[in-house]
C-alpha cells in the first residue's frame, strides 16, 4: 500500500507493478484506470488506461467491489469473467484500497481460477450423476419392499417377481459402484507408466475366449484377427484386460445389424504403435456424439444402455487406461455401417 505522501511516481509505480506476473489494474481517485501492468493491458486493451472503470470493467460485482474501495475504504474480492473463442476465462479479482496524497484509489489484482472453478464444476456435476444414477434403483427398490410389506405379502407369484427385479436393481448398483472404484483406482495410478512386459496377441485371445459364449448368447459371432510375429510391449495386463472386456461387450450389446464383432491386434505402421480394432456392424451412432463418448455417464441412448446393464464409465475407464499407457484412443463411427473403436499403444 502506499501510504499517504510517500511521492511514489507514475515510473516507480508502473516498475513495480510491471515486477507482478498477474494482471494489475490501478484506479485513480477520478475514477479513471490510470495505470496498468503488461498483464493487465493485455487483459482489458490497451484503449482503456485513461477511461472510467465502469467502461473496461463492466461487470456488476467487480464494480461494486471497486466502488467500495474508492468510497469506504474496504478491501474486497469480486469475479471476473472473460469469454473467449473457445472457452470462459474465470479471475478473481481483489480489490485494495489505496492513498495517494490523501486522494482513494483502488488496485485491482486479477487471479485466473478458471481451473479451480472448473474441477468444483466436475466435481459437483459428477456428484449429481452419481446421485442420479443411484436414486433410480433405491427407489425402486423401497417401492418393491413396501408392495412385499403390504399387497404382495402373500402372494408368491407376485414376490417372485418383485424379487427378481430386486436382484436386478442390486446388481445395477453393484456395477455402478465397481466401475467407480475402478475409476478411482485407474485415475490413482495414470501418472505411472507401466513398465512390464505384455504379449497383447496372447492376452487378446484369452479375452475373447472368455467372453465368446456370451456374444455367442447374445447372437453375435466373435472373431479375432492378430498379426503373427507381435513383439510384447510395456503394459499393465490386467488394465489392457479390462480395456477389451469393455470394449467388446459394448460392442456386443449394440451390434444389432451384422451380428459379427472383429478384434483385429496388429502394428500400426503410420504411427510405429501397436494397435488394436474393435469392430461392431451395428448400427452406428452420430456424428455429433462422437466427441463426448468418453466423458463420464454420457449415453448416446441411455434408457437403452441402462437396460442392457450400462453404467456410462466404461469408455471413461478405457481412456484413463489408454492415458496410463501414453497411448491413444480413436472412435470412428458410420450411421448403418457400424463402430469401430482403435486404441494406439507405444512399443516401447
Not at 510491471?18 to 477520478?30: C, D, E
Not at 458410420?334 to 463402430?339: K, N, V
Request: neutral net charge; aromatic residues 4%.
Amino acid at each position: 500500500m502506499r501510504p499517504q505522501g510517500a511521492g511514489v511516481d507514475g515510473r516507480q509505480l508502473d516498475d513495480i507493478l510491471a515486477a507482478v506476473p498477474l494482471p494489475m489494474v490501478l484506479i485513480g481517485a477520478r475514477e479513471q484506470i490510470t495505470t496498468a501492468n503488461a498483464a493487465g493491458r493485455a487483459l482489458l486493451g490497451e484503449g482503456q488506461i485513461g477511461r472510467h472503470y465502469a467502461i473496461g470493467l463492466r461487470q456488476p460485482a467487480l464494480l461494486a467491489a471497486i466502488g467500495a474501495a474508492l468510497r469506504e475504504g474496504i478491501t474486497g474480492q469480486a469475479p471476473y469473467e472473460v469469454i473467449g473463442p473457445s472457452a470462459t476465462v474465470t479471475w478473481l479479482v481483489t480489490v485494495t484500497p489505496l492513498s495517494n496524497a490523501g486522494r482513494p484509489e483502488a488496485l485491482c489484482a486479477f487471479q485466473d481460477v478458471t481451473e479451480q472453478e472448473l474441477i468444483g464444476a466436475f466435481r459437483r456435476d459428477f456428484v449429481a450423476n452419481v446421485s442420479h444414477e443411484l436414486r433410480s434403483p433405491l427407489t425402486t427398490l423401497v417401492s418393491i419392499i413396501d408392495t412385499l410389506k403390504g399387497a404382495a405379502r402373500d402372494d408368491p407369484a407376485a414376490r417372485e417377481r418383485f424379487l427378481t427385479a430386486m436382484q436386478h436393481e442390486a446388481q445395477r448398483m453393484a456395477r455402478l459402484v465397481r466401475d467407480l472404484l475402478s475409476l478411482s483406482r485407474t485415475e490413482a495410478e495414470e501418472r505411472r507408466r507401466p513398465t512390464t512386459p505384455v504379449d497383447v496377441a496372447d492376452l487378446a485371445r484369452a479375452v475373447t475366449d472368455t467372453l465368446r459364449p456370451q456374444a455367442e448368447a447374445a447372437g453375435v459371432a466373435l472373431e479375432l484377427e492378430t498379426t503373427p510375429g507381435l513383439p510384447p510391449i510395456p503394459a499393465d495386463a490386467d488394465q489392457l484386460t479390462q480395456v477389451l472386456q469393455n470394449l467388446i461387450e459394448n460392442a456386443v450389446k449394440y451390434d444389432t445389424l451384422g451380428r459379427r464383432v472383429t478384434v483385429r491386434v496388429h502394428p500400426d505402421k503410420g504411427e510405429g504403435m501397436l494397435r488394436i480394432d474393435v469392430a461392431d456392424q451395428g448400427e452406428g451412432i452420430e456424428p455429433q456424439h462422437l466427441p463426448r463418448l468418453t466423458e463420464r455417464f454420457y449415453r448416446v441412448d441411455r434408457s437403452r444402455s441402462r437396460g442392457q446393464g450400462g453404467t456410462g464409465l466404461g469408455l471413461a475407464i478405457v481412456k484413463h487406461i489408454v492415458n496410463r499407457h501414453r497411448g491413444r484412443l480413436a472412435i470412428a463411427s458410420e450411421r448403418g455401417r457400424g463402430t469401430t473403436v482403435s486404441v494406439f499403444l507405444p512399443t516401447a
